[in-house]
């Protein structure tokens, strides 16, 4: 089962921010929580991760509530093509190792 | 660089049928995964391999082997072909552990089988 909840669909106009919610409250102390968005059904593309520290690069930004149990991703300005569904996500462990537990994500419409 | 490549992009199987979906990348990381993908569906890890000659079972192993005898490639087999294996099926690569490395993914492969 996902370890994070997340809207099923969300809608946003072009050239506005997009605003991504995800609750991840069980999430340990050393966990990371990664985006990914998945368009048009091509395969995944990494977005941002981020620990504790707000996150920015040249795609989006990442804010980790100070508790760490919910963040929003932010896509500054959206534009069409960032219609997609955006999956946040943070690992369980795995016989030896970890993975990542993906669940159904949010579809991100940009509306013109 | 090519990244992760996958073939063949589509499939039809008739059930009890075999095949091998291939994947190879061309990033020399370690870690490699196998995930398919049902409709409306998030990800499910079939299987995932931490180097050459390591593989381990993901969340749905039943139904497939994979073997990894190059840090490249890492085929999935699929030995008797049945209609709950329709999906679409992902290839990833990641240089170190997925907590700690983004995933890059291959384009898939859709299968259907009848």
């Known amino acids: 089962d996902a370890k994070t909840t997340q809207p099923p669909s969300m809608d946003c106009a072009e050239g506005r921010a997009a605003n991504l919610p995800c609750n991840h409250s069980t999430i340990s102390g050393n966990e990371y929580v990664y985006w990914y968005r998945q368009i048009h059904s091509q395969g995944p593309q990494y977005i941002i991760h981020g620990l504790k520290n707000n996150e920015t690069n040249e795609m989006a930004s990442l804010i980790i509530t100070e508790d760490r149990k919910s963040s929003t991703l932010i896509l500054p300005h959206a534009t069409l093509r960032d219609t997609a569904v955006y999956y946040c996500i943070v690992r369980v462990p795995m016989d030896s190792n970890y993975q990542l537990i993906w669940g159904a994500g949010t579809k991100l419409i940009i509306k013109p | 660089n090519a990244g992760v490549t996958q073939t063949p992009k589509f499939r039809i199987l008739k059930i009890g049928q075999s095949m091998t979906l291939q994947c190879t990348q061309d990033m020399n990381h370690n870690y490699m995964y196998w995930y398919r993908q049902d409709p409306g569906m998030g990800l499910k890890l079939i299987y995932y391999s931490v180097g050459a000659g390591i593989t381990d079972k993901g969340e749905v192993p039943n139904g497939y082997n994979v073997s990894r005898s190059t840090t490249e490639d890492f085929p999935l087999r699929l030995e008797l072909a049945a209609p709950s294996q329709t999906s679409v099926y992902f290839c990833?690569?990641?240089?170190?552990?997925?907590?700690?490395?983004?995933?890059?993914f291959g384009n898939g492969t859709r299968l259907t089988v009848t």
């Open positions: 990833a690569s990641s240089y170190g552990q997925p907590n700690n490395s983004p995933l890059h």
